[in-house]
Each structure stands twice: as structure tokens, then as C-alpha cells.
């Protein structure tokens, strides 16, 4: 089973910016896609972002659609969120997650622990 660990979350005001890392500890990492989900206060879990094994195929959310930017370094077994042009309604605690592509959680198999985003207006 992969391990996942998040971090680069913080407070930022509407409008920053922020960078999300997620380190895998396995060589396996470069074998799998990775995705971003968030989840707010009150909520379920929602899919922000996913990258296929290679890189080559890259997914969003209509919500994040042109602000966020999810890459990877298959040497360093690290996946990267970048994310832009924040808005208060980003606030949420934000998870990495390792499976096949997807939008859904259902297509992961294992998870991070989450790094928390807040956004203020």
C-alpha cells in the first residue's frame, strides 16, 4: 500500500497563492494516478484534480478549472498542487490520493492524511 503524506497548506488571503505537495514512500508511486480531493466543513469529499501515471493526462473540476495546476516528479515520488487566484470558498482540508484516474473516491485506494487550506475574503 502506498503512504501519503500532504503539506504546504496555511492561511493565505483571496487572491494568493499556495503549494501543495504530497510525498509517496513507495517506487510504486510512479506506477499510479494521483488526485486531489477536498473536503469542507459539513461536506463530502470532492474531487478537485487527477493526473495519469505518465503525466500526460491531467483532469479538473469545472470549480478549479483554469486556476489550479496539478503536476508531478515520478524521481521524487511527489505530487504538486498548485493552486492560484484563490477564493474563500477553497477553504477546505485538502487530500492525496493514489489509484487509477478518476473522478471519483472510489477510484483510490490510498489516502493522505490532509493538509488544511484556508482561504480568507
Known amino acids: 500500500q502506498v503512504q501519503l503524506v500532504e503539506s504546504g497548506g496555511g492561511l493565505v488571503q483571496g487572491g494568493g497563492s499556495l503549494r501543495l505537495s504530497c510525498a509517496a514512500s513507495?517506487?510504486?508511486?510512479?506506477?499510479?494516478?494521483m488526485g486531489w480531493f477536498r473536503q469542507a466543513p459539513g461536506k463530502g469529499r470532492e474531487f478537485v484534480a487527477t493526473?495519469?501515471?505518465?503525466?500526460?493526462?491531467?483532469f479538473y473540476s469545472d470549480a478549479v478549472k483554469g486556476r489550479f495546476i496539478i503536476s508531478r516528479d515520478n524521481v521524487k515520488n511527489t505530487v504538486y498542487l498548485q493552486m492560484n487566484s484563490l477564493k474563500p470558498e477553497d477553504t477546505a482540508v485538502y487530500y492525496c490520493?493514489?489509484?487509477?484516474?478518476?473522478?471519483?473516491?472510489?477510484?483510490?485506494?490510498?489516502w493522505g492524511q490532509g493538509t488544511q487550506v484556508t482561504v480568507s475574503s
Open positions: 490520493a493514489a489509484g487509477q484516474v478518476s473522478r471519483v473516491v472510489a477510484g483510490y485506494d490510498s
Open positions: 493526473i495519469s501515471w505518465s503525466g500526460g493526462r491531467t
Open positions: 513507495v517506487r510504486t508511486f510512479s506506477r499510479n494516478a
